[in-house]
């Protein structure tokens, strides 16, 4: 079984930053892909960024150029910087990582973090 712990989330201005981290623990031989995931009040979960393996990554519109996502291999870690913040960035943002347990099982299973609050505003 594996464990995804969030940690960063708060309440900050608009034009203030935040650095999200979410570290997987338990069965892990290798992890493909990476993300983050954010959903406001009354709407659908969307995609905020992605990061692969070979650190390819993609954005959402709406935060490209603003948020940055990286990761860190030996520690079963991503990162998500959050600058020149929004108020419309405030939603619960959820980590998600594309899991091998085992060398032995070629299947990659999702996990999900329990999501972090994320609130910009004046």
């Known amino acids: 079984q594996v464990q995804l712990v969030e940690s960063g989330g708060g309440l900050v201005q608009p034009g203030e930053s935040l650095r999200l981290s979410c570290a997987a623990s338990?069965?892990?031989?290798?992890?493909?892909?990476m993300g983050w995931y954010r959903q406001a009040p009354g709407k659908q979960r969307e995609l905020v960024a992605t990061v692969t393996s070979r650190g390819s990554t993609n954005y959402a519109d709406s935060v490209n150029g603003r948020f940055t996502i990286s990761r860190d291999n030996a520690k079963n870690t991503v990162y998500l910087q959050m600058n020149s913040l929004k108020p419309e960035d405030t939603a619960v943002y959820y980590c998600s990582m594309n899991v091998r347990p085992h060398f032995r099982d070629w299947r990659e299973y999702d996990y999900w973090g329990q999501g972090t609050q994320v609130t910009v505003s004046s």
């Open positions: 338990g069965s892990i031989f290798s992890i493909n892909v």
